[in-house]
């Protein structure tokens, strides 16, 4: 299997990733747009959202319907993603069909007709998505304490939007938004599979070079100084379990701090998967925290895990409670951890597993193709494709020292948020 | 290794039968760095005891807590320092498991896989966490309108049959669980009879057949044992209507589940039914009842039909998650739209459509070795032979309008449909 990808940039600003994979008949097609829920303003969250959703909504070569069938009639799958800094839509398909796929794309970068019969539609089942959401505790948790833990980052708010926005957008709010941001000078193309990569730039070429240039106007994003003092939130709702969820701001994903806390993440929480298909996951029972939760019986489960995003998000630890223990006793028991690794107490078998656990996860997920035109577009868009191939290099040259020094930097008592979702009639008595 | 195929088949499926009724199956690939070990035994939840319920699923979590060779701490420090997983499952009639490690780890992944089959040791301390773990899923399954609305279909559905059965038990059943219980179900259920193990990656199934060799030849059958597997009856359709739902407070979105019965995998009408339920509501953007309650009327993010098919029959339903205040109208839609299915033959057009879609997404599902090593479960299963994935294609082509209009009308009784809901029907207090 080569390595090797074919990168271009096309004359109206598209940026092109290829690479070629022989061991199936077939080619996942990517498009991603710069654009997610850290370019919505006040009044108009979930509008990127809800912009995908509308890209399936027809254009005039493509009617409603027709899109997502075509597709699925070429024996392809298809799907596409809203997340804080992007948007993306793929289809991955028999080599033999992927020109649809690359028609249909290039069509809707220029020509979705947002009409106003599709755009209230699908207003009622944006909000039926986030009513599905809202009947989980752990929506309304993370909900809540991503809100406290920004002042005014569009990151604090959740890429499903709020009902009140969702309810007030309009028609013209959407099409502006599309006309802004899908410009070909805000995109990036990413393909894996078995195709000829100088053959197949040709032919992208051929059909995306007729979109026009469109410029972009970007709204300022500043990101927040870390949290003065810790914040606390509490969340009361229905049922009799109690959840509990520490945030911290974690570096951001093209910051060299962002290994060390990768490997942070694997010795205290076992390690996180990036990888969106084909990836399967490693359990987290060696890990720092399961024994003083878990074994000790203080809690049901637990989990950590951080983002690769443009500015710094967050780290984040989620804990199911035990019902005979309350979550300020998790809350001590994953200080007590913290303060071993912050103070150096890390051994080289700790060190040595994480890296391990990332080079297999990484194997796993390059069985799949569709992973792999994944991970072309993912990495552009809050760094470079480098990032992804140096990822277990980069973790090889983490030190204790830089666990330890990031442990102290980032997760700070002083600089979180906790948060806990209680029932009404929690069975400790203190909802 | 030898160059396999694009589709497997008989001439690179290498499939190993042991003397004690262990069954291998193996296919290389040459591309990838790690292997996937996936199978099964007869057993599962329809074995569960009336005042057991949930005993299955207890017994696939205590099993990695410790055999008599390696305790917990030593069977997960093997595991997680190569970045490898193992984990067990129990279904309606098997129990499964599947595991992953870096293809140079396979022998420790084998090695640990058996000795957790035969030699697990159920430690007190640990079956203790998992009660703990058990009934806290059943608390947060409770204000889950999804799974709650499966729930009461299934139990409004197939009333006393087996697979009416909440596999996840009740506090009453997991809490009289004991160690006992998990010893005596275990010798009860795991043999080598009918194991079947597929392993799929990079190794080549010459070798990966000789570690299954090594591991498994000396786990003797065991001839005296009772069946594993009773004799349970077919499932059977409702009579007449059926409505049941599950009252959750404060849910903004309710959870709706319409259908009745399904065909046996085994069955003839199993293959038109796949297809005929991918018009229903899969294809596309999730079919003719995706077109209707989603894009024409905006009613739900999700609302689609699947199909269950296992050994005994299964279920074919359709769902979606709504607004209360659209119950009426979804479900008058829904019917609607099964009286459709049922009565009139699907257009030639959406026939040819999805059986293109099934045909050309094959090379898909078997991109993965995870997916490879499910497909050959599912032949050794269904005894499908080893040149079905081949033959995929051709069957598929010969089913007809006529056979789905079969199918359906045979299973999907407008006059006799399942309905069930959970989530908040009644105003607040």
Known sequence: MSDQIITATLDNGLQVFLKEIHTAPIISHWVWYRVGSRNETAGKTGISHWVEHMQFKGTPKYPAGVLDQAVSRDGGVWNAFTYLDWTAFFATMPKEKIDLSIDLEADRMQNSLFLPEEVESERTVILSEREGSENEPMFRLNEATDRAAFDHHPYGIEVIGEKKDLLSISRDDLYEHYCNYYSPANAVLTMAGDFEAKEMLERLQKRYQEVPERAVKRIPVTPEAPLKEERRVTVEGPGETVYLRLVWRAPAGSAADIFPLAVLDSILTGPSSLNMFGSGSISNKTSRLYQPLIEDQVAIAFNGSYNTTIDPYLYAITVIMHPAHQPEEAVALIDRQLDQIRSGKISLQEMEKAVKQARALFAYGTENITNQAYWLGYTEMFDKYAWFSEFVPSLKKVSVEDVARVAAQYLRPDQRVIGMYKPYLSKGGSA | MKPSHAIPGSDDILRQPLANQVVFLGRGNDQSPSVVISGYLPGGSILDPADRSGLGVYLSMALMRGTKKHSFQQIYDQ?????????????????????????????????????????????????????????????????????????????????????????????????????????????????????????????????????????????????????????????????????????????????????????????????????????????????????????????????????????????????????????????????????????????????????????????LQLESNAGIAGQLLTIERYDLGLDYLRNYRDQIEKVTREEILAAASAYLKPDALVTASAGTLEPAA
């Open chain 2, 79 to 363: 595991l997680e320092s190569a970045g490898a997983s193992l984990g067990f499952s129990s279904g309606i009639h098997s129990f499964g498991f599947s595991g992953r490690a870096l293809a140079e780890d396979l022998p420790m992944l084998l090695g640990l896989l058996v000795e957790i089959l035969r030699f697990p040791d159920f430690p007190q301390t640990h079956l203790d966490q998992i009660r703990d773990q058990l009934l806290t899923s059943l608390s947060i399954r409770a204000q889950d309108t999804e799974e709650m609305a499966d729930i009461a279909f299934d139990q409004a559905l197939f009333n006393n049959h087996p697979y009416g059965r909440d596999d996840l038990g009740s506090v009453e059943s997991i809490s009289a669980i004991t160690q006992a219980d998990l010893i005596a179900h275990h010798q009860r259920c795991f043999k080598p009879q009918g194991l079947t193990l597929a392993i799929v990656g990079g190794v080549d199934p010459a070798r990966a057949a000789d570690l299954v060799q090594q591991h498994f030849s000396d786990w003797s059958p065991d001839t005296a044992a009772a069946q594993r597997s009773p004799e349970f009856p077919k499932t059977t359709p409702a009579a007449s209507p059926i409505r049941k739902h599950i009252e959750i407070a404060e849910k903004s979105q309710l959870n709706l589940v319409i259908g009745s019965t399904g065909p046996e995998r085994k069955s003839a009408e199993f293959l038109p039914a796949v297809l005929g339920n991918c018009i229903l509501g899969e294809f596309g953007m999730m079919g003719r009842i995706g077109n209707v309650v989603r894009d024409e009327n905006g009613l739900a993010y999700y609302a689609g039909s699947e199909l269950t098919s296992l050994q005994l029959g299964g279920s074919w339903t359709v769902s979606a998650g709504i607004n209360p205040e659209n119950f009426e109208k979804t479900t008058d839609l829904i019917h609607a739209e099964i009286s459709r299915f049922s009565s009139q033959p699907v257009e030639a057009e959406e026939l040819s459509d999805v059986k293109a879609y099934f045909q050309g997404r094959m090379p």
